[in-house]
């Protein structure tokens, strides 16, 4: 079992590397000055990269290998002259002819039956490492190389919205063409069979029927039968990054009960989207959203869901409390998921310098306007269907 040398492994030049994606390729080199300007600060000669989000990160959207026991089977060694690939013999191949071809990465590789840690260990010994988990000799940076993966690049900007649409798609299809009688499980396969056909990864689905999130806020789904009104959601990811939408269909008159709540909810969406402004802390846009639950007479509602997240590649890089003091900067995705009683929206925005983008917009959906310090929030509506298999239309007044 040959040892790893001590000294650095050796730099490739542009010129030396087949290169498949120069737009990929490009978005690696700039992440690896970002990388390289930490280590300098901090005083590392490495960095040893081993959690999957920050995997998919460097590698501008490489999905890590998972061993059987949903550890990572693959790790990277970063320094300011190069980049590489730990992995074994069964992991490597499809990472190199299916993720990282042309990308610049060296390999170092072992036979699966000898494991990883001696791997690991070798190339670590003798040199001053960070690491995004514990490992033997290695310092545990995991915070600071977080913050790493924020903001987004263009690259990852153009994706997120790519990503985006084809959650919005999937989730308005599903609630298209599910029926009154088919399960909440029978609702979400179909969500993940249209999610995955288009290689998205379903994250966390939910299939709510018949006000079921009342009281189960993070409700998913069950063998429940749908019979009135459904709530369909996923987050989502591709290419590493992550975000989410949600809809709702009612099938004949909405209920009151449920209608209600609704537009409050989209009411605080809206506000949620129209504050997430660039340079304003996460806890200075919540007591906007705040005051909206106030005004319209549920205060205390705000306490019985997580309010929004935001994302990245993970779905919550930094989740929304009160007093967050994380301040939103342009190329941030926000995923707003507020909940009033039994009724849930949601959608993924961008944070730019001229305001909110939405990510996931609807598309054959019905939507409505609402005034936002006087500018005009365009939000997803409830789509009603009557009886099933009739055209939809919008919900009168909503």
Request: glycine fraction near 8%.
């Amino acid at each position: 079992m040959a040892a790893i040398s001590k000294q650095f492994l050796p730099s490739m030049s542009s010129g030396e590397i087949e290169i498949t994606d120069p737009d990929r390729y490009e978005d690696i080199d700039r992440k690896q000055e970002r990388i390289a300007a930490f280590l300098a600060r901090k005083k590392y000669d490495g960095l040893l990269i081993r959690q999957p989000a920050n995997f998919a990160w460097f590698t501008s959207g490489a999905n890590c290998p998972r061993d059987a026991a949903g550890e990572s089977a693959a790790a990277l060694f970063v320094t300011p002259e190069a980049r590489v690939v730990l992995a074994d013999n069964v992991g490597s191949p499809i990472l190199f002819d299916r993720a990282l071809w042309g990308m610049g990465f060296q390999l170092k590789q072992r036979p699966w039956h000898e494991g990883r840690a001696g791997l690991l260990d070798d190339l670590c010994r003798g040199r001053a490492v960070a690491c995004d988990q514990p490992q033997n000799g290695c310092t545990v940076e995991a915070a600071e190389v977080a913050s790493l993966r924020l903001p987004l690049t263009a690259l990852e900007c153009e994706r997120l919205r790519k990503l985006g649409a084809l959650a919005a798609h999937a989730v308005e299809a599903t609630a298209r063409h599910i029926e009154p009688g088919q399960t909440e499980a029978d609702i979400a396969g179909q969500l993940a069979n249209r999610l995955i056909r288009h290689e998205v990864q379903p994250l966390c689905l939910h299939a709510i029927a018949d006000g079921r999130g009342r009281a189960y806020r993070s409700w998913q789904y069950s063998e429940n039968v749908l019979k009135r009104w459904c709530i369909v959601s996923a987050t989502v990811s591709r290419w590493g990054l992550c975000c989410g939408v949600t809809r709702t269909v009612v099938f004949g008159s909405p209920p009151p009960d449920m209608v209600v709540p609704f537009q409050q909810a989209a009411m605080l969406l809206a506000t949620g989207v129209f504050f997430s402004q660039a340079g304003w802390p996460l806890g200075t846009v919540w007591q906007k959203v705040k005051r909206i639950y106030e005004k319209q007479g549920i205060a205390d509602e705000w306490r019985f869901a997580e309010q929004a997240d935001v994302a990245g590649y993970l779905a919550s890089e930094v989740p929304l409390f009160p007093t967050s003091e994380f301040a939103l900067l342009p190329r941030m995705p926000v995923y707003w998921h507020p909940t009033v009683g039994p009724a849930q929206v949601g959608d993924t925005i961008l944070v730019t310098e001229e305001g909110a983008e939405v990510v996931t917009p609807s598309s054959d959906w019905p939507t409505m306007s609402i005034a936002v310090k006087g500018q005009a929030v365009l939000l997803p509506d409830l789509l009603v269907r009557e009886p099933p298999g009739t055209p939809a239309v919008a919900l009168a007044g909503s």
